[in-house]
């Protein structure tokens, strides 16, 4: 047994919060929109829910027992974290099959190839959402309207989300005002009652779990500020602009993956900046992103490519990006 002691600089700061707490505290935050999607969906929110988090945790206990021969940190909760999250990203009636292909995406490469937990440079289950989107684009755009458990989970009715409806309008010559009354009003948004993903569609549930986050000090204001303030200024100004080419930017703000992906994803700490300055600049690099992505891009959603092309620059950020250390001399003029 070595002897030696390892001195590190201060300041030397001690936290009571560990992985498994914070983590806790991350599906605590995710269950109103958890609860939404099932009341919303029904069966089909519960199976692909399930076998999500059963995915996710399994093949991170087969990988790391089995290939890496390591001790299994499963009891951490971040695999149950991303078995959630990949989850609330899907349809509630994509095929089983389909959830576990992406559950292994998700924990096999885009976390366990890079070292596991830390080490990821992307967040897991965007990786595992984008490559289902590109490998399976029929079965993860065939959105599922809100019914509750009065339709099965394979055969539920399926319909053009908000974003979708106005997208392919615009590109078909029809008016904006004509498209907006194809869509939920404000309060079916807020509320939920409207086709899409498991977690996009309550912005109230969203809101509710990041409320618990901020209260109990897990994230912090600056990049789900940032991500949804850079939708709202830049949305808002080309509405401003032209109001019959470019919806409000309260539509923007309410639907799609928006709220979850600025509040759930983005906030991640392996994936995200580590100083608050840096964490504006990256909040805003995906507000802008997602916009221009919506916008102009071929999809009418961008939030996932968006986080994903941001987290690419999270290290240069932390490099070049960094507070004052604690005694610098200010040099003035």
Same mark, same amino acid.
Request: proline share 6%.
């Given at each position: ?70 001790? &299994? =940190? ?9 078995? $959630? +999250? ?7 009636? %994509? *095929? ?104 996009? &569609? =309550? ?9 618990? $986050? +901020? ?7 600056? %990049? *789900? ?104 001399? &200010?040099?003035?003029?």
């Amino acid at each position: 047994m070595s002897n030696t002691l390892n001195i590190s600089p201060s300041p030397h700061i001690h936290e009571k919060e560990t992985t498994d707490k914070i983590m806790f505290g991350v599906v605590m935050a995710l269950l109103p929109a958890l609860l939404a999607s099932v009341y919303f969906f029904g069966t089909g929110a519960i199976i692909v829910t399930a076998t999500s988090v059963i995915s996710c945790i399994t093949f991170e206990y087969l990988i790391q027992r089995f290939i890496f021969k390591k001790p &299994v =940190s499963i009891n951490d909760g971040s695999a149950l974290v991303t078995g $959630l +999250l990949l989850a609330l990203n899907l349809p509630s009636n %994509i *095929p089983v099959l389909m959830v576990i292909i992406g559950s292994l995406v998700a924990i096999g490469v885009a976390k366990m190839t890079f070292g596991g937990l830390g080490n990821n440079p992307f967040n897991p289950a965007l990786v595992g959402r984008v490559f289902m989107l590109i490998s399976f684009p029929v079965q993860m755009t065939s959105w599922p309207l809100p019914a509750g458990f009065k339709t099965g989970y394979i055969d539920a009715s399926t319909g053009a989300t908000p974003l979708a409806i106005i997208k392919e309008g615009l590109k078909n010559g029809e008016s904006l005002s004509q498209l907006m009354e194809k869509i939920p009003s404000t309060l079916n948004m807020i509320l939920g009652k409207m086709g899409g993903s498991l977690g996009e &569609v =309550s912005a109230l549930a969203l809101l509710i779990g990041m409320a618990y $986050l +901020l209260y109990k000090k897990i994230i912090t204001w600056h %990049i *789900p500020v940032s991500v949804l303030g850079s939708i709202a200024v830049f949305t808002s100004v080309l509405w401003l602009i032209n109001p019959e080419s470019y919806v409000n930017p309260l539509f923007h703000l309410l639907t799609g993956g928006v709220l979850l992906g600025a509040i759930f994803m983005a906030t991640d700490y392996v994936t995200s900046p580590m100083n608050h300055k840096a964490m504006i600049i990256f909040g805003c690099g995906i507000g802008i992103l997602t916009v221009i992505i919506r916008i102009w891009g071929a999809y009418p959603e961008g939030v996932s490519f968006a986080i994903l092309i941001m987290n690419a620059f999270v290290p240069l950020m932390n490099k070049y990006i960094k507070p004052k250390m604690f005694g610098e001399e &200010v040099k003035n003029g």
